[in-house]
């Protein structure tokens, strides 16, 4: 790939990393509203057609090299987009190795187990991408916005507030290391939108009817506690962010950009993966001649 391209996808993301022990403060520092500069038209479908070809043919060579995985994050809050990025960016891939997996709200089986149960089951394999739409963080963020759902986990008893969500951050940040030193690979997309384009992306919800099915009275009553989950999520990424998995805060005000953005996060790993198609040695080589003869034989 030509080192401009490389250099540019590096140059558009590095703003938007979050450092290993950063302190976070989404609402003075990170804008929903941040385009990098860029035009929808003159450089958005452009770009963001660059990066799905790039996931494409990158994801091919990670299915045939069969040896390493991907796991793509996506935190939000509602109305942020998660959905349309998923199908934007992933547009071009095989879907035969991708998988998204959207975690509801949990079952009593899996409520019996630990936190991270539930998540460990739908983790790719070898060879594949795999998408959490909403994920483990719900267990630092859902949960610490209403705490009351803890009482359904009958945990024993220990120490909860300040305490408990470091346990779990820990928990989370070893969980990762070991997956990505057994060669998976973790990214990590909040996409970051203002509490004013959520209002209007809701409000759409109602106003436009095909777009009813999508609006819930409980996105209004989670609205309610905006100001907890910027705590929550400013927390989270402030202790999660690790050298081995980062957190990218994805501006989403402009779904253009976020796309863009999110697809650039997933290619420049890729792109560090470098994965690669298998090569057959002397004797599979032999072989393939051995066969090609015994066909052009007719």
């Known amino acids: 790939m030509a080192e401009p391209q490389l250099d540019r996808i590096a ?20 804008d929903p509203g941040y385009t990098a500069g860029l035009d929808r038209h003159r450089d958005g479908e452009d770009l963001l057609q660059r990066g799905v070809a790039l996931l494409a043919d990158h994801q ?34 095989n879907p035969q190795g991708v998988r998204v997996h959207s975690f509801k709200v949990p079952s009593a ?25 909403r994920s483990h963080y719900e267990e630092v963020l ?37 997956l990505t030193e057994d060669g998976f690979h973790i990214v990590k997309l909040f996409l970051n939108v203002s509490k004013d384009e959520q209002r209007k992306r809701l409000l759409a919800r109602i106003d436009e009817p095909a777009k009813n099915w999508k609006f819930s009275a409980s996105d209004l ?10 705590r929550a999520y400013a927390d989270m990424l402030a202790h999660t962010s690790t050298k081995h998995a980062p957190w990218y805060v994805i501006p989403a005000d402009h779904k253009w950009f976020a796309r863009i ?16 198609y298998p090569t057959l040695d002397r004797k599979g080589r032999r072989e393939l001649r051995q066969f090609r003869g015994a066909l052009e034989k007719g």
């Open 11 to 30: 140059e558009l993301i590095a703003p938007l990393r979050i450092e290993p022990g950063e302190r976070v403060r989404l609402r003075r520092d990170h």
């Open 60 to 93: 091919a060579r990670l299915a045939a090299e069969s040896t390493r995985g991907v796991l793509v994050v996506l935190q939000a809050l509602d109305a942020a987009g998660k959905d349309g990025t998923i199908r934007h960016v992933m547009s071009g891939v």
């Open 109 to 133: 089986e899996e409520r019996a187990h630990d936190f991270l149960w539930r998540y460990s089951g739908r983790l790719p394999a070898r060879g594949e991408i795999a998408i959490f739409n």
């Open 142 to 178: 859902v949960v610490r916005v209403h705490p009351e759902l803890l009482d359904q986990e009958h945990q024993p008893p220990a120490p909860r507030g300040k305490e408990l969500w470091q346990r779990r951050f820990r928990a989370i940040n070893e969980w990762e290391r070991q």
């Open 221 to 230: 009553a989670e609205r309610k506690h905006w100001a907890d989950y910027q």
């Open 261 to 276: 953005a999110a697809a650039a996060v997933i290619a420049d790993t890729l792109i560090g993966i470098d994965p690669q």
